[in-house]
């Protein structure tokens, strides 16, 4: 584990009970690493773990099995002051900004909220903080005194965004922070994202399901299904070349600016539905809708090989043609 790395997940699993006997592998052994100062994407359907995977890995959720890395140190061994340092170094940018902010609290009370926790700040300390996160975010400080249904969904995510920075973390997870809003506003809030990680040096976890977005935020992408990892790239490589059959499915849904341009090339259609996660397909997950899958797909489980440099794929044809080297070693 190299010190370029900021936050480490190693053979992550979130289990959940469903009724007495079932569980439910929401992430099911995933390995992600993410550099200082880069953005991960993480893609997939609805379902497919990635909300979960971001949550465990900030320790929203207590991992069921393998561990995470925060700065070199397991996560699951912080305490303390050390626990309190770490949940101030990371934070989440959620989906809804609509039920993620409290109704009954002034905006500039959402915002110094964390602060009050982090930092021993005057009033005017913290209203001067207040109103230069609002300014960070683009809105101006007359906010601070306004509530939460006075606002329109692009303004209460930039507010989501503010919260978020105010207790000065390094790894942000945003959850789908889009997907609520008007696509003439989802331009807006990529863009400051993106502008405030150069100013401030943030790494984020990107999840989201819109791949034209994923691919201008982020610099490598992971790509799941049903709780695993199958694919993991540079974005451009991963958009360019992808090599696993459900990676290519994805990419060749993406609407196209230019119906001239006709169908994707190397694209396929999915076939059926998603199989359950309870009970998922033997052997490979996506052998149940993949117009590939052979005998051995139904047996064994595909590792997560990296088959180019920095390309990782879990697919029975990409290992046994490329010889692949195993994501783990």
């Not at 370029?4 to 979130?14: F, T, V």
């Not at 920075?165 to 922070?177: G, S």
């Amino acid at each position: 584990m190299g010190n370029e790395n900021i936050m480490e997940a190693q053979d992550l699993c979130k289990f959940f009970k469903v009724g007495k006997k079932q569980v439910l592998k929401a992430v099911d052994h995933v390995n992600l690493s993410l550099k200082y100062g880069e953005t991960v994407g993480l893609v997939g359907e609805s379902g497919c773990g990635k909300t979960t995977c971001g949550r465990t890995m900030i320790k929203l959720y207590e991992p069921t099995h393998g561990k995470v890395f925060f700065e070199g140190e397991d996560i699951s061994r912080l305490h303390g002051r050390q626990l309190l340092a770490f949940k101030k170094n990371v934070q989440v940018i959620f989906q809804d900004p609509y039920a993620a902010l409290d109704p009954r609290m002034t905006i500039g009370e959402i915002i110094s909220e964390g602060m009050n926790v982090h930092f021993k700040l005057s009033a005017k300390e913290k209203e001067q903080r207040v109103a230069n996160l609002l300014d960070k975010v683009g809105l101006n400080s007359e906010y601070a005194n306004r509530f939460a249904h006075e606002l329109s969904g692009g303004q209460r995510q930039r507010i989501g965004i503010a919260r978020a920075l105010a207790v000065e973390p390094k790894f942000i997870v945003c959850d789908e922070p889009n997907s609520a809003l008007d696509v003439s506003i989802q331009a807006q809030v990529i863009n400051l994202l993106i502008k405030l990680q150069k100013e401030m040096g943030l790494t984020y976890l990107f999840i989201s399901h819109d791949l034209s977005m994923v691919k201008h935020i982020s610099d490598r992408v992971g790509v799941m299904y049903l709780g695993g990892m199958v694919e993991l790239a540079d974005s451009r490589e991963l958009y360019e070349q992808p090599l696993h059959p459900y990676t290519q499915a994805l990419i060749s849904a993406i609407p196209l600016a230019d119906p001239e341009m006709g169908k994707r090339q190397n694209g396929m259609k999915l076939k059926g539905e998603i199989p359950s996660p309870i009970n998922p397909p033997s052997g490979c997950k996506f052998r149940t809708r993949c117009k590939y899958a052979m005998e051995i797909c139904k047996e064994e489980q595909p590792k997560l090989l990296e088959v180019k440099e920095n390309h990782f794929v879990a697919c029975h044809l990409c290992g046994d043609t490329h010889g692949g080297k195993d994501a783990e070693s």
